[in-house]
């Protein structure tokens, strides 16, 4: 035993190897991956008999010790979120350890304003909506949806391009960013043009971003990756969705998805569960867990 500890000190006093050396322990790996939640996913834990109930502090914590960085907004009304002001919004998500990252809310078209192409009426409702977003410290504002069936011809379908653009242009005057977020009916066709692809294709990029949520892509019978090739730098954000849990049905190639996020123009990531396989906040959990561990997932997408 001595002569053991002797040859240490012997080896120690030559320089071959540093006391560092010998108690060094292996690194972790630094960086908090960065993921934000919709919180249209946990809207059954927020509304009893469909009116909130103002929980949402709480809620918003156990997001956070899920380990969810920020969360995107789905119920500005009236001029509040969730019942709050845009500053009490912002306040209680940060004292969650979160930020307030971006909000699905939108003021679609009247028939007349889509007949005449007039949209100057609807574009004031954005000047106050706006203004809140900026003072609930959003970085984006998307809008989730146009309607479905209102839609019957591309004459119309270029009047929300142009609207959408003058949003953009508004957004953009204000310090913010505006996006338009995909379901699976805008891979359909309008007089022989996919909707979303004229849709791409007649906003203006500087202005206008676009929200893939992948899973609505994958069942309107469309690829993400083609979709990010073929309109490079156009999608800002990833809406991050499966059948029910992230990762649970294998129907969306995510890996293969995630390698092409430079191309794309991904700037950040949003989880969002619509449907559950039980309990909603096993669910929640399930789905950013197996994002955390996925190793094709950066800890930031932020340049």
């Not at 009116?51 to 995107?72: D, H």
């Not at 993400?224 to 490079?232: A, C, G, L, R, T």
Request: glycine share 8%; charged share 25%; proline share 3%.
């Amino acid at each position: 035993m001595k002569r053991c500890i002797l040859w240490m000190l012997v080896i120690l006093l030559s320089g071959i190897v540093s006391p560092e050396t010998v108690s060094a322990k292996p690194k972790k790996k630094s960086g908090k991956k960065e993921i934000a939640i919709q919180l249209y996913s946990i809207r059954h834990l927020l509304r009893k008999d469909g009116k909130y109930v103002g929980n949402l502090p709480e809620a918003l914590k156990s997001l956070a010790k899920m380990g969810y960085t920020g969360v995107e907004a789905a119920n500005y009304k009236n001029g509040k979120f969730y019942g709050m002001t845009p500053v009490e919004f912002r306040k209680a998500v940060e004292d969650a350890g979160m930020k307030v990252l971006s909000s699905h809310t939108t003021k679609r078209l009247t028939a007349e304003e889509l007949e005449s192409g007039d949209y100057s009426k609807a574009l004031k409702w954005w000047e106050q909506c706006i203004a809140d977003h900026k003072a609930a410290g959003m970085t984006y504002i998307v809008t989730p949806s146009i309607q479905r069936k209102g839609i019957k011809n591309l004459a119309q379908l270029e009047t929300y391009c142009r609207y959408f653009n003058a949003i953009g242009e508004m957004c953009k005057k204000a310090g913010l960013q505006y996006g338009y977020h995909n379901h699976d009916f805008e891979f359909k066709k309008i007089e022989d043009q996919v909707m979303l692809d004229y849709m791409i294709q007649h906003t203006d990029p500087n202005v206008v971003f676009f929200q893939m949520d992948v899973y609505w892509v994958v069942r309107g019978q469309a690829s993400p990756v083609d979709y990010i090739n073929k309109y490079p730098g156009r999608f800002k954000i990833l809406h991050i969705k499966d059948e029910r849990e992230i990762g649970q049905s294998g129907m969306v190639g995510f890996d293969a998805i995630f390698a092409n996020t430079k191309t794309a123009g991904v700037a950040d990531i949003v989880v969002e569960v619509e449907r559950y396989s039980g309990d909603v906040e096993q669910s929640i959990k399930q789905s950013i867990d197996y994002l955390l561990a996925a190793p094709f997932v950066k800890a930031s997408y932020r340049k």
